[in-house]
């Protein structure tokens, strides 16, 4: 079964609403990264948060994860028609013992933003 | 723009042939990765190396086979194609715990 599950899995915006997007997982992790994936090709990562931090800020992106809920969030601020794409969460299922750099990814959200 | 590359960008190939896919990168990044991705769907780990003459299979079960016999090129084989490979294939490296990823190749089988 998969590890991550996102919702919504599509959103549609206005250009300079913010947008957000949660990510549930299952087991424990080492850390939760995020991507950006534009139509079907390869993804870019985005941030990193680990196990032991509770948010993180990079640009105009701001994630939150909460081990106790297993869940992690992302928000996007003051959104662009640029940011059209494709988001999943991907766990690293590590845990306290290291990474295994080995990740597993959500379904995705599909971010539509109109200008 | 992370350097690397993925060969052929598409390729649609009758059942039965033998292909290979090509990836390479230039980063120097010991782990390197082959996810299987169908549209709108997320990506599932087929295989993954953490170094030279070290492979292993991921979560999902496939019938494709890699090699690393270099750092830098991680090929991935499918001896008899088939409709069910019909996919697309994206191949990523890292050094640390970010993944950097290729274009993908968008494989059809028919």
């Known amino acids: 079964s998969q590890q991550g599950e996102e919702d919504p899995q599509a959103l549609s915006i206005q250009e300079g609403e913010n947008a957000t997007m949660n990510c549930s997982y299952k087991?424990?992790?080492?850390?939760l990264q995020w991507y950006r994936q534009n139509s079907g090709r390869g993804l870019v990562h985005l941030i990193l948060?680990?196990?032991?931090?509770r948010e993180k800020h990079s640009g105009r992106l701001r994630v939150t994860l909460d081990t106790s809920k297993k869940s992690s969030s992302l928000l996007i601020t003051a959104s662009r028609a640029a940011d059209t794409a494709s988001y999943f969460c991907a766990t690293d299922a590590g845990g306290y013992g290291g990474a295994t750099n080995k990740l597993i990814f959500g379904t995705g959200t599909l971010l539509a933003v109109q200008p | 723009e992370a350097d690397i590359y993925q060969t052929p960008r598409y390729l649609v190939i009758g059942t039965g042939k033998k292909i290979t896919l090509e990836c390479s990168q230039t980063?120097?990044?010991?782990?390197m990765y082959w996810y299987q991705q169908d549209p709108g769907m997320e990506l599932h780990l087929i295989h993954y190396s953490y170094g030279v003459n070290s492979t292993e299979k991921g979560d999902l079960s496939s019938e494709s086979t890699v090699s690393r016999i270099r750092t830098e090129h991680f090929p991935l084989t499918l001896e008899s194609a088939r409709p069910s490979h019909t996919s697309q294939y994206l191949c990523?490296?890292?050094?640390?715990?970010?993944?950097?990823f290729g274009p993908g190749t968008r494989l059809t089988v028919t």
């Open positions: 087991t424990s992790i080492n850390n």
């Open positions: 948060i680990r196990s032991n931090e």
């Open positions: 980063m120097g990044h010991d782990k």
């Open positions: 990523a490296s890292s050094s640390l715990y970010e993944q950097y």
